[in-house]
């Protein structure tokens, strides 16, 4: 089947907002005639007993678990029929449309960072421990979907141990390991989105702040 690896992209993007805005029982029902999502979820969904957040994190980890093609355009044609949703259509639209640019830019032969911007440099782990590791650990299962790293890889973690310290370590050893080259790679920008996606605003800026100062240590 034909998958919209931009659409991916912007589930992952939006993750926090749509967590907490979607109605996952009127949109898997929609998803459901549409042939996007099986019975079992839908039906799931409609009977499981959870908060209106928990229904929409198992619809939001189904689609990306289970790319379809034109994803983000079926779910803003079924947003946009009340008026309340209209802004989550436009929120999908508008990033679509952004990351749809960026990878045609990135697509093209790359060289050298203009300039040397020191954001598009790669972090060692022990820098990671000293000015990032420290601050996320309420959000590093969030953080890591932003990093795009999936789910499925972030759920042994979260099952196999017991300490959220040691789940915010095996989260950005496994981000390293799994980006280390291409428009992918692991770098400083990445993360800094990535915290900025999770609502982690401040913590982004005060690292941006003391990597142009030069004061992250080797």
């Known amino acids: 089947m034909e ?18 805005s979607l109605d996952a029982e009127a949109i898997a029902g929609a998803l459901f005639s549409k042939g996007l999502i099986t019975l079992e979820l839908s039906e799931e969904l409609s009977l499981v007993h959870s908060t209106r957040t928990q229904k929409n994190r198992v619809l939001l980890l ?3 678990r289970n790319p379809s093609p034109r994803i983000v355009s079926q779910l803003c044609e079924i947003l946009s029929t009340e008026e309340v949703n209209k802004h989550l259509a436009n929120l999908l639209q508008e990033s679509y449309r952004r990351l749809n640019e960026a990878e045609t830019v990135s697509s093209a032969p790359q060289g050298a ?17 000293e000015h990032v590791y420290p601050d996320i650990t309420v959000k ?10 999936d789910d499925r890889e972030l759920e042994p973690i979260e099952a196999n141990r017991r300490k959220v310290q040691d789940m915010c370590m095996d989260l950005l050893r496994l981000w390293m390991k799994k980006n280390k080259h291409g428009s992918k790679a692991a770098t400083w920008r990445t993360l800094l989105t990535a915290l900025r996606k999770a609502h982690e605003g401040g913590l982004a800026d005060n690292i941006e702040e003391v990597l142009k100062k030069g004061k992250i240590n080797e």
């Open 3 to 20: 998958v919209d690896h931009i659409g991916q992209k912007v589930l992952r993007e939006l993750y926090s907002t749509l967590e907490t």
């Open 62 to 64: 189904y689609l990306l």
């Open 113 to 129: 960072t203009a300039g040397g911007d020191v954001l598009d440099t790669k972090p060692t782990l022990s820098q990671l421990v």
């Open 140 to 149: 590093w299962f969030e953080i890591g979907i932003h990093l795009g790293i």
